[in-house]
């Protein structure tokens, strides 16, 4: 019974704390993809990228190299990392 009730107790607190790390997170400056992944599709249209990371028609046709005018994670992640800082969103 100790090892059910501490299982339930671990997967609460994995459910309590990992949005609160993520949150942490973007706090730090970080712009991940999924937070620009307005609509949840899993890929990035100019539309969204222009809400956080500036009016850059260049940089999203730059990132994006199949040309299908959307961004996938892959594509965004291989050029902005992990995230773009706030910092270069505000020079944007």
């Given amino acids: ?13 994995i ?16 712009i991940c993809f999924y937070t620009i992944d307005s609509n949840g599709d899993n ?3 100019f ?20 040309q299908d005018g959307e961004l996938t994670h892959e594509e965004y992640h291989d050029s902005l990392g992990h995230g773009a800082s706030e910092q270069e969103q505000e020079t944007d």
């Avoid at 459910?15 to 970080?30: N, T």
């Avoid at 539309?47 to 199949?66: A, H, W």
């Fill in 1 to 13: 019974m100790k090892s059910v009730f501490m299982i339930c107790l671990t997967a609460a607190a």
């Fill in 15 to 30: 459910f309590i704390l990992a949005p609160l790390c993520f949150s942490m997170e973007q706090e730090k400056g970080h």
């Fill in 43 to 45: 890929r990035v249209s």
């Fill in 47 to 66: 539309k969204e990228f222009v809400k956080y990371l500036g009016d850059d028609r260049e940089r999203f046709t730059s990132i994006d190299r199949n």
